[in-house]
């Protein structure tokens, strides 16, 4: 599951090297169409989830809704650069591996759900504290 983060993040990072970036950014029609592959991405992958059954099927739709929010703001990451769209890509990247992580706990029972979604919610705080932190770093006339 993360794994797949992960392969989809390189990969789209990869396709967006090549891209030439103007100063301010990408020119609109180049972010439409990166946007629009995007959204094509994610409607394949979330069709590909209507196979599967129960908890594997919203594990699925957590893993494509994220691996969308995470695309967009590395795509908006691109076209506006600067400390806060990399704290925006980091806290889609926490976010969606919460939402997954929940997912996941789904599938356990009682007391182990409980300890799941507990350990999940403080990994998740602590990246969100990790974005911010990276971002006050980067930034720091902005700080908190």
Known sequence: MHKHLVAFTLTLATAFAGSALAADGMDKAAYKSAKDKIEEQAKADKKACESLKDNAK????AEAKAKEKIA???LDAQNKPGAKADEKVRLMKAEGEYEIAKEKCEDQKGSAAAACKKDAKVAYDKAKAD?????ASADPAKKS
Not at 58 to 61: E, K
Not at 131 to 135: M, V, Y
Request: hydrophobic residues 35%.
């Open 58 to 61: 919203d594990v699925c739709q």
């Open 72 to 74: 967009k703001a590395e």
């Open 131 to 135: 974005a911010r932190q990276a971002r």
